[in-house]
């Protein structure tokens, strides 16, 4: 039987501050557990406001080898979720900085770690290290990588199999697919699509035909609360999406069910990007036999359950948007 975050000892979070890191922090936060905290001196903290004086802040850049090694000697957690990343967005196209961030300091802060010993140390690599595939994306496929950044989240996941492998280090890297839910980031394709619907109307849009393998976040923080404890696990890669692609014209059209909106979808007025394809699905296979997990989100309930969070949560995002 799994043990209890709680009672494992010190947890350390990087990139707590982001959607998925958010999400777990909360999650770890109400079980009790001894929450630590990574993050930037210019880091947004606007998803943990009301958590923040249940966890301990560490305020420090990844990238700064010292000061990695130093807060991880003061905390010397049992537990550490590696979710920072840089280079996921549209936006953020410095290659050095992606490099710095997703693959050097992976590396600074699994030998911080192994310094002292660790229960668990769950790496979040990403589905853009796969490339463009024709099937579903399995662990064993050759990765070949077409951005910076999936050639850094490439390069880091290979570093943690090795450093798991060759010294026994109980590492394993969770490869996301297309993640969506509460406190995800404004900019992205799902809370654009809630609060235009909410307005009546619908965002531009990319190619009807891209795909995505969809997978909300509660579902993928389960997966992180169910790994935490799995010692045996040690190298491995998982795939953490739903085994099931999701055009953004499935999308699109099922909102528009949802939400009772008649609008005409404006298909292409967004351009779309490198990576985006008609394929974009995971072979989830092994993390559902190894884990014993399925996730609990179709698309029709991780919709619903998205679309009515950011209903609630509206003024939340419109002070986030809001000049400074």
């Known amino acids: 039987m799994a043990k209890p975050i709680k009672s494992m000892g010190p947890v350390l979070v990087t990139g707590g501050s982001g959607f998925v890191g958010a999400n777990l922090v909360r999650r770890l936060a109400a079980g009790g557990a001894d929450v630590h905290l990574f993050l930037r001196n ?40 590696h979710l920072a990343a840089y280079g996921a967005y549209s936006s953020q196209t410095d290659a050095a900085r992606i490099l710095r961030t997703n693959f050097d300091a992976t590396v600074t802060l699994v030998e911080a770690c192994a310094r002292h010993g660790f229960r668990m140390f769950v790496h979040a690599g990403s589905s853009s290290e796969y490339g463009r595939k024709d099937h579903p994306m399995r662990e064993e496929d050759m990765l070949d990588p077409n ?40 900019s992205r394709f799902v809370p654009t699509l809630a609060f235009r619907l909410m307005d009546g109307g619908l965002p531009p849009l990319v190619s009807p035909e891209t795909a995505r393998d969809f997978i909300h976040v509660d579902d993928v923080v389960d997966v992180c609360e169910k790994v935490s404890s799995r010692e045996d696990l040690a190298g491995e890669v998982l795939n953490v999406g739903t085994g099931r692609q999701s055009t953004i014209r499935d999308v699109v059209e099922l909102a528009l069910t949802l939400t009772g909106v008649k609008a005409e979808p404006r298909w292409g007025d967004m351009p779309g990007r490198p990576w985006d394809t008609s394929v974009w699905v995971s072979d989830s296979s092994k993390v559902q036999r190894t884990l014993n997990w399925e996730p609990r989100y179709d698309l029709r309930a991780g919709l619903e359950q ?9 003024t939340v995002y419109e002070k986030v948007s809001a000049p400074a």
């Open 42 to 81: 210019e880091a947004r903290t606007w998803r943990l406001e009301d958590v923040l004086p249940s966890v301990r802040v560490h305020r420090l850049d990844l990238r700064d080898e010292p000061a990695v090694r130093e807060a991880v000697d003061a905390v010397r957690p049992a537990v550490v979720f």
């Open 306 to 314: 998205s679309f009515d969070w950011f209903r609630r949560h509206r």
């Open 147 to 186: 951005s910076a950044y999936a050639v850094a989240k490439a390069a880091a996941t290979h570093y943690c199999r090795f450093a798991a492998v060759s010294r026994k280090l109980p590492i394993v890297t969770l490869r996301l697919f297309s993640v969506y839910g509460p406190w995800e980031e404004p």
